[in-house]
């Protein structure tokens, strides 16, 4: 009995311990970053891919809700462009294709509700390369479409980011 509740009080010093040394290097949990705007709609003419990693990733990093409507939300994100391309790297000495350059670009902008643009019109790109042996070729198209998944969910964070440095922009404005 005495060894159960010394083992018990052992284990609940060291998680005490550990709790403290850990806040002593200043480590704290992993917050979602805040931003000056409370809701977010997505408009324009993302891919359904590229839209719902957005939704995602908005929920997951940044303290706002995503509207459905561009009226009930102060920030709006637009996607000017969203274009996936591929275009032959590589093929075999018959004229079989052997290889692709996959890459997509995506144009998007952000202004809030009153119509203030505070992101410009902004490029982002995403690229892959592919090659595969061409009797493989049902697996090659299916192994592209993954990677064009891949790439959007890149580029859908790459664009979070950006709405995470106006956080940190307007908190450096405001000290």
Do not use: W
Not at 95 to 119: C, K, M, P, T, W
Not at 156 to 167: D, E, F, K, P, V
């Amino acid at each position: 009995m005495f060894k159960k509740t010394a083992a018990r009080l052992l284990r609940a010093t060291g998680m005490v311990l550990l709790v403290m040394g850990l806040s002593a290097c200043l480590y704290e949990m992993r917050q979602k970053a805040l931003i000056p705007y409370q809701v977010i709609a997505i408009t324009g003419s993302p891919s359904r891919q590229l839209l719902g990693q957005l939704q995602v990733d908005f929920l997951t990093y940044l303290d706002v809700k995503v509207a459905v409507h561009p009226v009930d939300a102060d920030l709006l994100v637009e996607i000017l462009q969203d274009a996936p391309n591929s275009q032959i790297a590589s093929s075999t000495s018959s004229g079989q294709i052997s290889g692709y350059d996959l890459n997509d670009i995506v144009v998007f902008r952000a202004f809030d509700q009153v119509g203030h643009e505070v992101i410009s019109p902004t490029e982002i790109y995403g690229v892959r390369d592919i090659n595969f042996s061409p009797h493989s070729v049902l697996s090659a198209d299916i192994q592209q479409q993954q990677m064009i998944e891949d790439i959007r969910k890149e580029l859908a964070m790459q664009i979070t980011l950006h709405l995470i440095a106006l956080g940190s922009r307007a908190r450096h404005i405001y000290k």
